[in-house]
């Protein structure tokens, strides 16, 4: 691939020594693959399904047994009381907005345990500049957030605040969004849950689980969160699912969201599956691979970039947290090419060239590089970033480690022009 590409020597040497430095953490990412592989094996052996699963449903879709199955078959992975996977949810920021305006009411506070979550986020919370009159704050809804403290949970402050039990929804964001910050674990999850747990035992617990999903042994839900909420875009669409996002967590929860998505007294009852059946079963069942994919990716990325001079998080050797990696790479100029660099590693309009634009919900114009098969996943190879300094680049994705691989050395080949 190297010399087809007609990279130079030295590059094509460095190569050659990063795949031989990164050989552990891919055997690694294979192991979690393999133990993610099997908990979704079991979860489809364990609710039975079958073909009769796979036909659709339109109009109402009243009590749709294929969409009823793939939510008791979520419930099972995530170790849940109930879910809700609908092709009608269109995006992570969809799920998220749903979720929120369905368990929040006038004069509730909700806590950003993260700081300031995702751009898009802000827009719904109505905390960014451009203020909305569909927010949470419009309506009543009260917003704070407690900084991490040097990537860690502030355990202390969190604490001291939730002592007052006049929360009612705490919110985690899982992976980075566009900060600097890093990305949290597992592990780092669970130790602030039970801090949590220790002075409040009502306070809704939710993760934003976008980005994260099987890229560890253990999600959210079975570290003691409520309800987590991902996008189907993502991770667990596997670049198959050509739309939807889910929530999973407690009953009266995915209850609250069923509603507010369709109608009060209505909830999860109807909602036809639109011939998407089989795209959200096939992506779940390929997700573990295919996360392991981008994980690889990244890591690959990671090493090659940083021995290239540019600051990089996580670092090759580090633990993953989301399939996110960043790249810091210093000028506007630079964010461009890597992007379109992309672009054109990409299977589909790879001769088209991203320019940086307005987009909505951002605050600042966005440059967005995805030539993939479903528009806009993030889990086919895609990068992306904000026009600001310090002008980082966020890469994600890869159907294949292969294509991944391919895809970033297209990037490197044009920012060297």
């Known amino acids: 691939m190297e010399h087809e590409l007609g990279l130079s020597q030295e590059l094509i040497t460095q190569i050659k020594q990063v795949e031989q430095e990164i050989k552990p953490q891919l055997e690694k990412t294979d192991e979690i693959c393999e133990n993610n592989s099997l908990k979704v094996i079991k979860a489809f052996q364990q ?76 827009t719904v919370i109505g905390t960014g500049k451009t203020v909305s009159p569909s927010s949470l704050k419009a309506y009543g809804i009260k917003y704070e957030q407690i900084e991490l403290k040097e990537n860690e949970f502030d355990i202390p402050t969190i604490q001291e605040r939730l002592k007052k039990q006049n929360v009612k929804l705490v919110e985690i964001q899982r992976s980075r969004g566009y900060s600097t910050r890093k990305s949290l674990t597992i592990e780092k999850i669970e130790k602030a849950i039970k801090a949590i747990r220790e002075v409040n035992k009502d306070v809704i617990i939710m993760v934003d689980n976008c980005y994260g999903e099987f890229v560890e042994e253990k999600e959210p839900t079975e570290v003691g969160a409520d309800i987590i909420v991902g996008s189907l875009m993502k991770n667990l669409g596997a670049g198959i699912a050509t739309s939807g996002a889910y929530m999973t967590g407690k009953k009266d929860l995915i209850e609250l969201c069923a509603e507010r998505l369709t109608a009060p007294g209505i909830g999860k009852e109807i909602g036809p ?102 528009e806009g996943s993030t889990i086919e190879l895609s990068c992306d970033g904000p026009i600001r300094p310090p002008y980082i680049a966020y890469l994600q994705g890869g159907l294949t480690y292969e294509y991944g691989k391919y895809g970033i050395l297209k990037a490197i080949q044009e920012m060297e022009k």
């Open 47 to 122: 609710c039975n399904l079958q073909e009769m699963h796979f036909n659709t449903s339109t109009g109402y879709g009243i009590d749709e047994s294929g969409r009823n199955k793939i939510e008791e078959i979520y419930s099972e992975i995530f170790k849940t009381e109930d879910a809700l996977v609908r092709a009608q949810l269109i995006s992570g920021t969809h799920a998220l907005a749903i979720t929120l305006s369905a368990l929040l009411r006038p004069n509730d506070t909700m806590i950003s345990l993260t700081g300031a979550p995702y751009d898009t986020l802000q």
């Open 273 to 374: 599956s639109m011939n998407q059946n089989t795209n959200l079963i096939k992506g779940l069942f390929f997700a573990p691979q295919v996360v392991s994919s981008s994980v690889k990716t990244a890591i690959f990325a990671s090493c090659l970039l940083e021995k290239l001079g540019y600051q990089v998080e996580p670092k090759y050797t580090e633990k993953r947290a989301d399939i996110v990696q960043t790249i810091h790479l210093g000028s506007a100029e630079k964010l461009i090419q890597f992007c379109q660099g992309i672009q054109k590693g990409s299977p589909i309009d790879s001769h088209v060239i991203p320019e940086p634009g307005d987009m909505g919900g951002y605050e600042d114009k966005v440059i967005m590089a995805a030539g993939t098969f479903t």
